[in-house]
């Protein structure tokens, strides 16, 4: 035993990232509401270049998300209580509120795919066990941890978004458009939060990679599952359809080919999150958040101006 505490000592060591520096975060920002009123009879089924089966996992995506997003809400405000510094506090203020009007949003839009016919209903059950029965129930560290990982891969899925801003226009769908992609500003502007909450509270390398698993199969692996069923609920007839399968085949390519899938080119930066010294802004997106913010929070013509009801930053309190 006295042999063993001095080896988990020093390997503790050598796979801890570097410790936070509260010196050197990033500034409060500000929180958006957005007012979409979504009608499900003008979604496009194919709002992801034009293939179904690509989109239905965007579908699914948004269903599932509402649930990590109020796991992540929950676990920030537990862990804000113990975090002394205030900027960092008001960083995490700022976390709580962007993920609390995401999760509003989203659920209007999955609404919309309810009166549209996906089997949102069968999907929220789906993930109520599994976040009822399971992540909400796992200890605050773990939780901690899995928060850190869910906003890895939100982050990932956001520069990659923001690296191929025509996806967004091959559709007429002006309202998916405007909730993907102000989502993905916001989950660029916050994507450090999380990480830098956990490593300023624990910075524990192997508890850091435990939580990055289960995120990794529940947005790649269960979602992908999921978002199979919902061509086919909505029409039986295409199980037996070869042109639903030639999409479900290039759907795939989209989502996980090597050259420019949404995760399949991104695996190195999926993976980069198990190197013990990983920050998220190792990733620098700052040139993309500031050409996104002038395309999409432009006064005269931006893109989520129209939607956009109220914008603040939450003052910081000494």
């Known amino acids: 035993m006295m042999i063993t505490k001095p080896f988990k000592k020093s390997v503790a060591k050598i796979f801890a990232a570097a410790p936070f520096s509260l010196e050197n975060q990033a500034a409060i920002i500000p929180i958006r509401h957005l007012h979409l009123d979504f009608d499900s009879k003008t979604l496009d089924d194919r709002f992801y270049l034009n293939a179904e089966q690509a989109s239905a996992y965007f579908a699914s995506l948004s269903i599932f998300l509402t649930f990590g997003e109020d796991l992540v809400i929950d676990t920030a405000r537990y862990h804000r209580d113990l975090i002394k510094d205030p900027l960092l506090k008001q960083r ?33 059950f789906l993930a109520g066990l599994v976040f009822e029965y399971g992540l909400n129930r796992l200890p605050q560290p773990m939780k901690l941890s899995l928060m850190a990982g869910i906003e890895h891969f939100t982050a990932v899925l956001a520069e990659y978004m923001m690296n191929h801003e025509d996806m967004f226009f091959k559709s007429q769908d002006e309202k998916q458009r405007a909730i993907w992609m102000w989502h993905m500003l916001e989950e660029s502007e916050h994507k450090d939060i999380a990480y830098d909450v956990y ?22 692996g269960l979602i992908s599952a999921a978002s199979l069923i919902v061509p086919i609920y909505r029409e039986p007839k295409k199980l037996f359809s070869l042109a639903h399968w030639k999409d479900v085949r290039r759907s795939a390519g989209l989502m996980f080919g090597l050259e420019d899938g949404v995760y399949g080119s991104s695996w190195k930066h999926i993976f980069d999150y198990l190197r013990p010294d990983f920050h998220p802004n190792d990733h620098d997106t700052s040139a993309f958040l500031a050409y996104y913010k002038e395309r999409l929070l432009n006064p005269v013509d931006g893109i989520l101006t129209p939607y956009i009801t109220k914008e603040f930053t939450p003052k910081l309190k000494v």
């Open 199 to 220: 490593q300023h509270l624990s910075n524990n390398y192997a508890l850091r990679i435990a939580g990055f698993f289960p995120a990794l199969i529940t947005i790649l």
């Open 92 to 124: 995490v203020t700022s976390l709580i509120g962007q993920e609390a009007l995401h999760s509003k949003v989203h659920e209007d839009l999955n609404d919309a795919y309810l009166a549209r016919g996906l089997p949102v209903k069968l999907f929220r």
